[in-house]
């Protein structure tokens, strides 16, 4: 990143944060302090549970592991910053900072959809053709699938750090958000952001789209296959095993299609705050309980780890 008018390099970016009302810095401090814990040690608990049952060493519960893995990462990356900065007067952050934060915030939510999807294509297989389950969905194919998720997040991250890393800023350095985002930086930026926004649009697009469409093709041909059950038992045992993804997808999904597919003139600060704060902080807070109290075998296993702890 190029600084001009003479503005030093060390001084960065301030983040507004969610509110500049300082009667509002406390309680929003609690709030989100309270939802970090919740989340770290609902996550957590998650991967305990199934690394502990091996019951629960299949692939759907190792997608499930990995993504409760990258939810801990993905709200550690913003969280802990936007608490300092509740409590702290100057809410700044170093360039380098910025693009640090910037670059683990998207590998995190890339690989976070790209595991979704994974978990989508598992229920595929398993509810239309359940024969293959096995030879499909293999320990092998599972870790190629983890690994290519994990290897085009940091790719794409690599590349979208890099071409904001090329932007001048010559006037404000304060963000209307908090955390660095790359609509928010954009929106700062003197240089001519027309191809810029023109790249980030496409990447995002090829990136978040891909695993999207590969869900809603799953899940269509979920819906044919379970329509030709003929008992309104099985229709149900069926779509029950897919009820806590389908959740949290549409909770996932939801707010990074409002956040990311607009053009930058229609960009909102307040709206983009409540969107942001959706899929960076609430959804991986809910995705334990909603995984959890929905699933009979990770209620099981919770009790059984609670059980062994008090034993």
Same mark, same amino acid.
């Given at each position: 990143m190029e600084i001009k008018n003479g503005s030093s390099s060390t001084s960065g970016f301030i983040l507004v944060g969610l509110s500049s009302n300082p009667q509002l810095q406390k309680p929003l401090f609690a709030i989100f302090f309270i939802m970090y814990l919740v989340t770290v040690v609902g996550n957590v608990l998650i991967i305990l549970v199934i690394y502990s049952n091996s019951r629960l060493h299949t692939p759907m519960y190792f997608f499930l592991s990995n993504l409760s893995i990258m939810d801990i990462g993905f709200t550690t990356v913003v969280v802990p910053k936007m608490l300092v900065n509740l409590l702290s007067e100057t809410k700044s952050i170093s360039y380098v900072g910025c693009l640090v934060q910037m670059y683990f915030f998207m590998a995190f939510g890339n690989t976070?959809?790209?595991?979704?999807?994974?978990?989508?294509?598992?229920?595929?297989?398993?509810?239309?053709?359940?024969?293959?389950?096995?030879? !499909?969905?293999?320990?092998?194919?599972?870790?190629?699938?983890?690994?290519g998720s994990c290897t085009i997040s940091h790719v794409h991250s690599l590349l979208r750090?890099?071409?904001?890393?090329?932007?001048?800023?010559?006037?404000? =350095?304060?963000?209307? =958000?908090?955390?660095?985002?790359?609509?928010?930086?954009?929106?700062?930026?003197?240089?001519?952001?027309?191809?810029?926004?023109? !790249?980030?649009?496409?990447?995002?697009?090829?990136?978040?789209?891909?695993?999207?469409?590969?869900?809603?093709?799953?899940?269509?041909?979920?819906?044919?296959? !379970?329509?030709?059950?003929?008992?309104?038992?099985?229709?149900?045992?069926?779509f029950?095993?897919?009820?806590?993804?389908?959740?949290?997808?549409?909770?996932?999904?939801?707010?990074?299609?409002?956040?990311y597919f607009r053009p930058?003139?229609?960009?909102?600060?307040?709206?983009?705050?409540?969107?942001?704060?959706?899929?960076?902080?609430?959804?991986?807070?809910?995705?334990?309980?909603?995984?959890?109290?929905?699933?009979?075998?990770?209620?099981?296993?919770?009790?059984?780890?609670r059980d062994r702890i008090h034993s």
């Open positions: 976070d959809s790209y595991l979704l999807a994974s978990m989508a294509i598992d229920r595929l297989i398993a509810i239309c053709n359940p024969f293959r389950y096995d030879v !499909v969905m293999n320990l092998r194919r599972c870790f190629l699938m983890l690994l750090v890099l071409l904001m890393s090329r932007l001048s800023f010559c006037a404000s =350095h304060v963000i209307k =958000h908090f955390f660095c985002d790359t609509q928010p930086v954009l929106k700062l930026s003197c240089s001519d952001t027309s191809s810029s926004q023109i !790249v980030v649009m496409t990447e995002t697009l090829a990136v978040i789209v891909t695993p999207f469409l590969c869900i809603l093709f799953s899940y269509l041909q979920i819906i044919i296959t !379970v329509l030709r059950i003929p008992s309104a038992a099985g229709k149900w045992k069926a029950s095993t897919c009820g806590s993804h389908l959740t949290v997808v549409i909770l996932f999904y939801g707010s990074v299609i409002y956040v930058l003139s229609m960009y909102s600060v307040v709206k983009d705050r409540v969107a942001t704060v959706m899929y960076t902080v609430v959804t991986p807070m809910l995705n334990p309980f909603i995984y959890s109290l929905r699933n009979k075998d990770m209620k099981n296993s919770l009790r059984k780890l």
